[in-house]
């Protein structure tokens, strides 16, 4: 079944899908409510640069992401000057780069949801005096509920199927930034098919079940 190897790297994949869906929707609800409401005539170009990932060859975006993170890069070169820990091959590097690649899979839906919402309601809002964010908890967020659970569980799947990217950025350092998707690579390559079918397996049994709760989510709150 799984070896100590592999309960590690599915570990540390779990932990990354965690820690980068929740930085995605702190970081993506404000971006995506503002791209939904806004009406600047540029607004094209930056839908863009977000959905960028979506077509960008992961090893592109690696290499990329490996030259600003490594110690002679803009990012990871201000780190180093200021004292602070490397950034290439490490979690932290791994993180980073997974909160870029993931974004347009938090922010599409959720930017999607709050257009779907309209400005009646808000408006309605309004005219009762809440403010701006009595607007956003008691409006908005229960109306945009079906968008926050299918941006949740894009961007968590899709983190946790990551190859090209966090192998350009963390490498394949076992404990530290070997995830599960390079270690089916690992056992395929080292011809152990047996550990690659038991990992493979259980992600794709995880991605089919979460992709059917996303459905019956939205159907239910469709219906409803």
Not at 40 to 61: G, H, I, S
Not at 106 to 134: K, M, W
Not at 177 to 184: E, P
């Amino acid at each position: 079944m799984f070896s100590e190897a592999d309960l590690t790297a599915l570990v540390i994949t779990l932990k990354l899908a965690i820690i980068t869906t929740l930085i995605l929707l702190l970081l993506g609800t404000p971006l995506a409510l503002w791209m939904a409401r806004t009406r600047w005539r540029f607004k094209f170009l930056l839908e863009a640069v977000v959905a960028l990932p979506l077509v960008l060859p992961p090893t592109v975006l690696g290499f990329y992401m490996l030259v600003a993170l490594g110690p002679h890069g803009p990012v990871g070169g201000v780190m180093a000057s200021l004292g602070g820990p490397p950034l290439a091959f490490t979690f932290t590097g791994l993180v980073i780069g997974s909160v870029i690649y993931s974004l347009p899979f938090v922010v599409q839906p959720l930017q999607n949801a709050f257009a779907a919402i309209g400005r009646r309601p808000l408006e309605v809002a309004a005219t009762l005096r809440a403010s701006p964010i009595d607007r956003f908890f008691t409006v908005t967020l229960p109306l945009a509920r079906p968008g926050f659970f299918t941006a949740a569980v894009l961007g968590f799947a899709h983190t946790i199927g990551e190859f090209g990217v966090v192998l350009m950025i963390g490498g394949n350092i076992p404990g530290e930034t070997q995830v599960v998707s390079i270690a089916i690579y690992d056992h395929v390559e080292s011809l152990e098919y047996i550990h690659a079918h038991w990992l493979s397996g259980g992600l794709l049994l995880m991605s089919f079940l979460m992709l059917i709760a996303v459905y019956a989510f939205n159907r239910r709150f469709t219906v409803i």
